[in-house]
Nanobody
Framework: QVQLVESGGGLVQAGGSLRLSCAASGRSSSSYTMGWFRQAPGKEREFVAAIRPNGDSTYYADSVKGRFTISRDNAKNTLYLQMNSLKPEDTAVYYC???????????????WGQGTQVTVSS
């Protein structure tokens, strides 16, 4: 069993930056692919970024490529999402997820955090 707790969300102006963290508990968390998803009001949950267990491969949605960076520190059991050049359309609840055979399919992730709100004002 893995428990995930996100933090770092908040209100920021367009063009600003935020860093999200996701603390994982469970001895096997470092062996899982982990990802970030987001869900805006009235929209479906969408893939943002994912990273393989040893961090050698990362994947991004086209909408965030070049602005967001996913990383992980397996010694600390923590996943990160550095978000730069934020836009109002990035406003959403951001979720971290763990353990999936498909990095960008939300339905295949086994574990989810409770989410953290990111609001970008124009």
């Amino acid at each position: 069993q893995v428990q995930l707790v996100e933090s770092g969300g908040g209100l920021v102006q367009a063009g600003g930056s935020l860093r999200l963290s996701c603390a994982a508990s469970g001895r096997s968390s470092s062996s899982y692919t982990m990802g970030w998803f987001r869900q805006a009001p009235g929209k479906e949950r969408e893939f943002v970024a994912a990273i393989r267990p040893n961090g050698d491969s990362t994947y991004y949605a086209d909408s965030v490529k070049g602005r967001f960076t996913i990383s992980r520190d397996n010694a600390k059991n923590t996943l990160y999402l550095q978000m730069n050049s934020l836009k109002p359309e990035d406003t959403a609840v951001y979720y971290c997820a763990a353990r999936s055979a498909s990095y960008n399919n939300a339905r295949l992730y086994a574990y989810w955090g409770q989410g953290t709100q990111v609001t970008v004002s124009s």
